[in-house]
């Protein structure tokens, strides 16, 4: 099915809301007013042209890298960036902070431990498959957490039981500093892993937004239609270090700038321009309210409470 | 009355509340239509409720830790039949973090929750060795946001199993292997046990004996042997460790003023050791003697029987532990 212009504006929107809540952790994060870390995601933007696609009800997970997902979720900026700050008005009431959470839209929040989410993704598939509404999940990771014993449980068991889930694979070729070569025994295409599990594998540049629109496109119809689960490799780069701070001495400046060069949101832009989808002070406009967006954002966080002492002592037991 | 075994009582409690809801699922290794060993508790559901809801597994502790963690925040009701607690330690960071601290952790974002049940059977007393035949009791206890329930008798085992699955938190279910085959009355009409009211055994106005589990059974036997001696000992059975009815442990001691703990957990840092603690905490002014733990010694669980008598309770060190407190010299 083609990609109707109503997806595409979306996808690009939230990509740029992305980069832009993104941009604005940095200088937060640099201004030290968190408390927590930021691991920013620019140059990964390409995911958010798989969230997009998602209903409400669909469930996604995320790891440390999350925010293409809070964002192409529906989120606001304010609850998220309010969490971060350890504020009262964040989604988890500041006791989160990177554990970013908003059930109703199927974010149920992060696993500390990378690669913990792929059993509790497991299990919202089984949710969704008990419930016939046509539910699916989404799972994000990156090569790193593909290297958990995890993976390999809840893979297997989901294609056994055909649960309704893309795993979707975002290889930036790096475990924190550490290269693909020292992590994996395989190099090139890790979708093939897939066949292992008796699943469709499916690999594409994670940097091509249109490209990865399509891809997910079938798979989650797949899903839906009750025919399993599948693995989407997305290849991309991580433009900036593990977490902020990171001196990046692992690679080149070179190979960066080379990576800066596919920047998904400037290659879906020439895509959208050239198509006439959208023409260039449309563009613009969506980049200008996205960065007015993060700011208000950053205002909100900075100007609200922190939550009272006694909120610690709160929410351990369900009533 | 009729009367049933623990696995019988479980059994039926399973029934029941997967018919009562659809949400509740059941989850595990071998826990279908061929369901061997502990799982027995789960047989027949699979003919009642197919292999929907009846998920046999492969050998995947973390995934069925997390995905009961997963499906219980999508509304879901999961019971995951572990087999031994044991094997719940590949899956420490499903079953203690994820399960146990998800809720708080994320603020009780839009008043999220856990509801679901880890069934495992506990004890030693057998020749399976040290992974096997562990009673881990105290490492729940340590973790917060878990409850934790011990079951002793089929009675008890029905209600609180169906408590379990209809409270909206991780519950922690285990049950010893030695207390499946005890038989004992049941009603055929239902009935639940609240959690965090505990249970006593048998009344005594020497010492108190605080028991979890099987020890219960050894305790009161222990009782039987004392009052032959004319010690009268009280045994109380807590029956869920979170919540901890407190209260009527030190009503009891402060009636007694002695206190011998029986858990069958290495003793250090143990559920003996957090209930002493909180004993003398509230009732300190009224302990006549030190309060004794009676457990494993911290060693591994050996196989020999000789050797597993020598580190596990049994009466007699029980009733040793209890004559310690009255100064009573043991009977060698």
């Known amino acids: ?319 | 009355m009729r009367e049933l075994t623990m696995v019988q009582a479980l059994n039926e409690a399973m029934k029941e509340e997967m018919r009562r809801d659809p949400k509740v699922y059941v989850i595990g290794e071998a826990v279908g239509k061929y369901a061997m060993g502990m799982s027995r508790v789960t047989s027949g559901l699979e003919e009642e409720f197919g292999p929907e809801r009846v998920r046999d597994t492969g050998i995947v502790e973390c995934l069925i830790g997390g995905s009961c963690v997963g499906a219980a925040l999508a509304g879901y009701r999961p019971v995951a039949d572990y087999m031994r607690a044991d094997f719940m330690f590949p899956a420490l960071d499903e079953v203690l973090v994820k399960a146990g601290l998800w809720r708080h952790e994320h603020g009780a974002a839009e008043n999220m929750s856990v509801p679901l049940v880890f069934r495992a059977s506990i004890g030693g007393y057998g020749g399976g060795g040290s992974e096997h035949m562990r009673a881990p009791n105290g490492l729940f206890m340590h973790a917060p946001g878990l409850k934790i329930v011990l079951p002793t008798n089929p009675y008890d085992a029905k209600g609180l199993l169906k408590t379990a699955i209809r409270d909206d938190n991780p519950v922690v279910f285990l049950e010893h292997r030695l207390c499946y085959p005890i038989k004992g009355p049941v009603p055929e009409e239902e009935y639940l046990i609240p959690f965090g009211v505990a249970d006593i055994r048998r009344e005594g106005t020497d010492c108190t004996i605080v028991a979890t589990a099987y020890q219960v059974v050894q305790s009161l036997q222990a009782a039987e042997e004392l009052a032959k001696e004319g010690i009268s000992a009280e045994v109380i059975d807590p029956r869920t460790l979170e919540p901890l009815d407190i209260d009527t442990i030190v009503a009891s001691v402060r009636k007694t003023g002695r206190c011998v703990i029986v858990d069958e957990d290495y003793i250090r840092c143990s559920v003996a050791s957090e209930i002493g603690f909180q004993i003398q905490e509230q009732a300190l002014d009224t302990l006549k003697a030190p309060i004794q733990r009676v457990g494993n010694p911290n060693v591994s669980h050996v196989t020999a029987p000789p050797l597993v008598k020598a580190i596990l309770p049994n009466p007699e060190k029980i009733a040793d532990a209890v004559r310690a407190t009255l100064r009573v010299a043991t009977r060698a």
């Open chain 1, 1 to 319: 099915m083609a990609l109707s212009n109503e997806l595409l504006v979306r996808i690009y929107t939230d990509m740029v809301r992305t980069r832009a809540i993104d941009e604005q952790f940095i200088i937060s994060n640099q201004r030290a007013k968190m408390p927590t870390a930021w691991h920013s995601g620019i140059g990964q933007e390409g995911i958010v042209a798989v969230i997009a696609q998602l209903r409400p009800d669909d469930y996604a997970t995320y790891t440390h890298r999350g925010a293409y997902v809070w964002i192409g979720k529906g989120m606001t900026m304010k609850e998220i960036m309010a969490e971060f700050y350890g504020k009262a008005t964040g989604c988890a009431k500041g006791k989160g902070g990177t554990h970013i959470a908003r059930p109703s839209l199927g974010i149920f929040g992060r696993s500390g431990t990378q690669g913990g989410h792929f059993p509790m993704a497991a299990g919202m598939g089984i949710a969704a498959q008990m419930s016939r509404q046509g539910q699916v999940v989404v799972s994000c990771a990156g090569d790193g957490c593909y290297t958990r014993g995890t993976v390999h449980e809840s893979l297997n068991s989901a294609s056994v039981w055909k649960l309704p889930i893309i795993w979707l694979l975002e290889n930036n070729g790096l475990s924190m500093q550490v290269g693909l070569d020292k992590t994996w025994a395989i190099q090139g295409d890790l979708s093939v892993i897939a066949n292992s599990y008796g699943m469709p594998g499916v690999t594409v540049d994670g940097n091509d937004a249109v490209a990865v629109a399509e891809a997910a496109q079938e798979l989650i119809q797949r899903a839906r239609n009750g025919e399993g689960p599948s693995l989407l490799e997305l290849k991309t780069y991580r433009i900036r270090g593990h977490m902020e701070g990171d001196p990046m001495t692992y690679r080149t400046r070179e190979e960066i700038d080379m990576w800066r060069q596919k920047d998904p949101i400037r290659r879906f832009e020439q895509y959208l321009a050239s198509k006439g989808v959208l023409a260039q002070e449309q563009l613009a406009k969506i980049t200008k309210d996205a960065e007015q967006e993060a700011i208000e954002a950053e205002k909100f966080a900075d100007e609200s409470p922190f939550p009272a002492p006694e909120e610690a002592f709160e929410d351990m037991y369900a009533p």
